[in-house]
Nanobody
Framework: QVQLVESGGGLVQAGGSLRLSCAASGRPFSGYGMAWFRQAPGKERELVAAISWSAGTTYFTDSVKGRFTISRDNAKNMVYLQMNSLKPDDTAVYYC?????????????????????WGQGTQVTVSS
């Protein structure tokens, strides 16, 4: 059974940084694309960043480009989201997600429906 556990959320002032971590277990890690989503109160869930199973392709939504970085460490079964220059609009619950299919084409990285496994979420609050 695939399990994803996020950590690293918290309260930070605007302009600050946080690093979110996601620990994966239950299946081989390296062959699956990974992503971070977020959902703010009253808003739809948004795909924030994704990284291909090969780690050769990444995706970022426009609002976080240049500020966020996604990475993975296959030896540790971990995926990270480094968030810099945080803004109050970044406030949301952040979810780690894993692709349901191994070795998917990187061109499909940003298709949200690919991601069938979810963590419990971690709250990120950015104060102004």
């Amino acid at each position: 059974q695939v399990q994803l556990v996020e950590s690293g959320g918290g309260l930070v002032q605007a302009g600050g940084s946080l690093r979110l971590s996601c620990a994966a277990s239950g299946r081989p890690f390296s062959g699956y694309g990974m992503a971070w989503f977020r959902q703010a109160p009253g808003k739809e869930r948004e795909l924030v960043a994704a990284i291909s199973w090969s780690a050769g392709t990444t995706y970022f939504t426009d609002s976080v480009k240049g500020r966020f970085t996604i990475s993975r460490d296959n030896a540790k079964n971990m995926v990270y989201l480094q968030m810099n220059s945080l803004k109050p609009d970044d406030t949301a619950v952040y979810y780690c997600a894993a692709d349901s299919l191994a070795l998917r084409a990187p061109s499909l990285l940003a298709r949200a429906d690919n991601y069938g496994y979810w963590g419990q979420g971690t709250q990120v609050t950015v104060s102004s």
